[in-house]
């Protein structure tokens, strides 16, 4: 079961490089605004500036934007799903590289670790965004060296929660006392648009009339098939 999450990560990190997973049901006009959103978080970039001691860095991946606080001395501490503090304190093993499996079974058992890595490593050879979040958060920003010891106080084994405590909240709390996340509030946007969308109802339908004819009638293909399109229908 694991080896099988591991191979569905490594495929969607793939299909996402061909925009497989761009929203549809976004119209243009909000398309054209996140393209002039991107262009202008990544100008600061492309200026070359070298991040300072209490800096909140951003790094755009494929499924997903990491983040992290920089320490000064290329040093970046950051939040990772993680599931060795919960089986070892051995602190060589878990300062080794996190592969992708301690990171699913971390997502699974909800724990984290908050980490100190060089640049290179928490950058893993894609661009590095400086402060971007300074202009969208409304409280202002902490003194850049405050910053960086409430990131220094949490290093260490931390809960964890995709959608409630990720990475994006571990800067955000540090660097302007509210922990906030846009990555998680677009994606409950988007599920939110899917449930209201209408073709769910239709698709989910035909999905469960299709176990049907596959599996037979039963509890377990007859119920869902049921409840699920009732369910969207009433949400929508």
């Given at each position: 079961?694991?080896?099988?999450?591991t191979f569905?990560?490594?495929?969607?990190?793939?299909?996402?490089?061909?925009?497989?997973?761009?929203?549809?049901?976004?119209?243009?006009?909000?398309?054209?605004?996140?393209?002039?959103?991107r262009?202008?978080?990544?100008?600061p970039?492309?200026?070359g500036a070298p991040?300072r001691?209490?800096?909140?860095?951003?790094?755009?991946?494929?499924?997903?934007?990491?983040?992290?606080i920089?320490l000064?001395?290329?040093?970046?501490?950051?939040?990772?799903?993680?599931i060795?503090?919960?089986?070892?304190?051995?602190?060589?093993?878990?300062?080794?590289?996190?592969?992708n499996?301690?990171?699913i079974?971390?997502?699974?058992?909800?724990?984290?670790?908050?980490?100190?890595d060089?640049?290179?490593?928490?950058?893993?050879?894609?661009?590095?965004?400086?402060?971007?979040?300074?202009?969208?958060?409304?409280?202002?920003?902490?003194p850049?060296?405050?910053v960086?010891?409430?990131?220094?106080?949490?290093?260490?084994?931390?809960?964890?929660?995709?959608?409630?405590?990720?990475?994006?909240?571990?800067?955000?709390?540090?660097?302007?006392?509210?922990?906030?996340?846009?990555q998680?509030?677009?994606?409950?946007?988007?599920?939110?648009?899917?449930i209201?969308?209408?073709?769910?109802?239709?698709?989910?339908?035909?999905?469960?009339?299709?176990?049907?004819v596959?599996?037979?009638?039963?509890?377990s293909?007859?119920?869902?098939?049921?409840?699920?399109?009732?369910?969207l229908?009433?949400?929508?």
């Amino acid at each position: 079961m694991l080896q099988l999450l591991t191979f569905l990560v490594e495929k969607l990190s793939l299909l996402s490089n061909f925009k497989l997973f761009e929203c549809s049901w976004l119209d243009a006009e909000e398309q054209e605004e996140q393209e002039e959103q991107r262009e202008q978080q990544e100008r600061p970039a492309q200026r070359g500036a070298p991040p300072r001691r209490g800096d909140l860095l951003e790094v755009p991946r494929t499924l997903f934007t990491h983040f992290g606080i920089y320490l000064g001395d290329n040093k970046v501490a950051h939040m990772i799903p993680d599931i060795l503090p919960v089986l070892t304190t051995d602190q060589r093993l878990i300062g080794s590289v996190i592969s992708n499996k301690r990171l699913i079974l971390g997502c699974m058992y909800k724990c984290a670790t908050v980490r100190v890595d060089n640049l290179e490593d928490f950058a893993y050879g894609c661009s590095i965004l400086v402060n971007c979040r300074d202009k969208t958060m409304k409280a202002p920003a902490f003194p850049n060296e405050e910053v960086a010891k409430r990131a220094e106080k949490h290093v260490g084994s931390i809960p964890y929660s995709l959608l409630w405590n990720n990475c994006e909240h571990f800067v955000t709390f540090c660097r302007y006392g509210h922990a906030a996340s846009r990555q998680s509030e677009k994606f409950c946007e988007c599920l939110k648009s899917i449930i209201r969308d209408q073709r769910s109802v239709i698709a989910s339908g035909l999905l469960g009339m299709i176990s049907i004819v596959c599996f037979g009638m039963a509890a377990s293909t007859t119920l869902p098939t049921i409840l699920i399109p009732f369910t969207l229908w009433m949400a929508g």
